[in-house]
């Protein structure tokens, strides 16, 4: 997708391995996403940033930690991969305008997470 | 807390015909609500965005409504094509102090048999 990047596409790791998935972008948004979605789940949202260094959790964000040094990279780590953890992670970003709440989002192509 | 909910699951339709996709939403207080695409092994596509004010939106063979006070919104996609098929999901904005958050539904599949 134009202007979002996520790496790796697909990583195989196992059961107490940390992992890191990285999104970046050319856009100068500023709300930058980490979703997963799971079968049955749809997509849930795990940790979300307003700006470099503003980070804040999601209704999913329990062995997870996310950092934003730069606008244009958010990072999602695992710090201690397990099976629950097997999903396709997406990344999305939004310029969203005010209070209207006019999110249009953006989302990555995503990146599938097997934790054997 | 906010649910979002689509029925049916999957859905096949005989290409030609028209088709409406439902969305429904326990918590009527939103800023808007959205409909996406998603195809494959992709990510999604923002199809239509209504704002809570509005009561529907229209893009070329696609028209969503919304019904803030029922809690339901519907995609109505006419003369449907193979190039259709794919997963569409809802999606609503919720306030949070400022830093809304989207809720999504699980989705529909949608099979458009040629």
């Known amino acids: 997708d134009a202007g979002i990047t996520q790496s790796p596409r697909h990583k195989v790791t196992e059961t107490g391995t940390p992992v890191t998935l990285r999104c970046h972008q050319t856009e100068n948004h500023r709300y930058m996403y980490w979703y997963r979605q799971d079968p049955g789940h749809g997509l849930r949202l795990i940790h979300y940033s307003y700006g470099v260094k503003d980070t804040d959790k999601g209704e999913v964000s329990d062995g997870y930690s996310v950092s934003r040094s730069k606008t244009e990279d958010f990072l999602l780590t695992l710090e201690s991969a397990t099976s629950s953890q097997t999903s396709v992670y997406f990344c999305?970003?939004?310029?969203?305008?005010?209070?209207?709440?006019?999110?249009?989002?953006?989302f990555g192509a995503g990146s599938r997470l097997t934790v054997l | 807390k906010q649910e979002v909910t689509q029925i049916p699951a999957a859905l096949s339709v005989p290409e030609g015909e028209n088709l409406v996709l439902n969305c429904s939403f326990t918590?009527?207080?939103?800023?808007?609500l959205q409909w996406f695409r998603q195809d494959p092994g992709k990510g999604l596509t923002s199809l239509l965005l209504?704002?809570?004010?509005?009561r529907e939106q229209t893009s070329g063979r696609l028209n969503a409504s919304l019904d803030k006070s029922s809690g339901r919104s519907t995609l109505y996609i006419a003369a449907s094509q193979p190039g259709d098929s794919a997963t569409y999901l809802c999606a609503v904005t919720i306030p949070n102090f400022g830093n809304e958050k989207l809720t999504f539904g699980t989705g529909t599949r949608l099979t458009i048999i040629p």
């Open positions: 918590d009527s207080a939103i800023y808007n």
């Open positions: 209504i704002q809570s004010s509005q």
């Open positions: 999305a970003i939004s310029d969203r305008t005010g209070t209207s709440g006019a999110n249009v989002l953006t």
